[in-house]
């Protein structure tokens, strides 16, 4: 079975080809880092017009990568939400109309379950049930994983998702965009013991088994040092770190957590934020001592892809909601809670 996967929900335009036999035969991202860099962060009426101009030919490419034809392919997966939707519109019309043209189905994707799912990319590829930590830009989430569609939310942040306090406290130290991955590289010429930043929420997680998280708090606590220090380098750098790892210490106890809760004894990590090498670090240091496993997909995999999209929509065919008939129209949505998300 051969799906096209289709990602266009934000600054990023991913296609792949997944065969269900033989796994990933061929992915291409076309990053917009760089357009959106003037700005500062991710300007939508760009996103939209620069998916237009990406896509078809990134598809051609990746056909021919994979030495795939048009006619070959079961099914085309797209991202239907969340995400910005003007770019959610573009690739969900290219999607419906080849899928139409060739007869097969077209098959709307969450662009989360695509994160969560990502890691069985990998040749260690973890088994149903397992936890999971969604972490990137928009979403912060902890969830009960018992299937393709089976997800329970065990908890997920009332503010700021950890991508964002990322970025926010990028934007403070004056690095560029994006910021989560150059405060990550600052960080490690910095000394994180040098300033005591708040763990938001770990005193409810003791309390009560909270499992919420809420970075606004430590993001106010960096904003109120940074007003009152000269920022020379060593210090942004010590800022840097000591942010991060505070934000790293409060995944890390609340997937233990959320582990001893559920009785379970796999770790999934997904989303951008799941790329920072020190959160992996912490993470497998504790699955050592805790004798549990964590599952990442590859680096390359950690930001939006076609492939997770590819995937999602290649197991999605085997569920019973992919298999009924499906109306000629579509519709993006963008604002979607995955926990709506049905088998």
Not at 61 to 85: H, I, S, W
Not at 279 to 290: H, P, Q, T
């Amino acid at each position: 079975m051969l799906v096209l996967g289709i990602e266009t929900s934000c600054d990023e335009t991913g296609v792949a080809v997944y065969d269900s036999d033989r796994g990933l035969l061929a992915h291409a991202l076309h990053s917009q880092v760089a357009l959106h860099d003037a700005y500062g962060g991710v300007v939508p009426e760009l996103a939209s017009r620069d998916h237009i101009r990406r896509l078809l030919p990134l598809i051609r490419e990746v056909l021919r990568r994979a030495a795939v034809k048009e006619p070959d392919l079961n099914a085309v997966a797209y991202t239907q939400g969340p995400g910005l939707a003007g770019a959610l519109l573009v690739g969900a019309a290219v999607a419906n109309s080849l899928a139409f043209g060739l007869g097969v189905r077209a098959i709307g994707v969450h662009h989360l379950e695509g994160h969560l799912l990502s890691p069985l990319l990998e040749k260690k590829a973890p088994s149903f049930p397992f936890v999971a930590l969604l972490v990137s830009g928009g979403h912060t989430q902890l969830m009960r994983v018992s299937g393709v569609g089976e997800y329970e939310m065990l908890g997920e942040t009332l503010d700021d998702a950890a991508g964002e306090a990322f970025d926010k406290t990028a934007k403070l130290l004056g690095l560029g965009y994006p910021g989560g991955p150059a405060l990550a590289k600052l960080a490690q010429d910095g000394r994180p013991d040098r300033f005591a930043f708040p763990r938001p929420m770990l005193e409810q997680l003791e309390k009560n088994g909270n499992l919420n998280f809420s970075f606004s708090g430590l993001k106010t606590a960096v904003v109120a040092l940074t007003r009152t220090r000269a920022l020379d380098e060593q210090t942004r750098a010590d800022v840097a770190a000591a942010f991060q790892e505070a934000v790293a210490d409060v995944l890390v106890a609340k997937s233990l957590a959320a582990m001893r809760a559920t009785a379970l004894d796999r770790l999934v990590v997904a989303g951008g934020v799941g790329a920072n090498i020190r959160l992996r670090s912490l993470l497998d240091a504790a699955a050592s001592r805790g004798k549990f496993s964590v599952f990442y997909p590859a680096m390359e995999f950690c930001t939006d892809n076609g492939a997770m999209i590819a995937l999602a929509g290649c197991l999605r065919l085997k569920t019973a909601k992919a298999t009924r008939a499906l109306p000629l129209g579509f519709t993006v949505r963008p604002r979607w809670d995955l926990a709506d998300v049905a088998a």
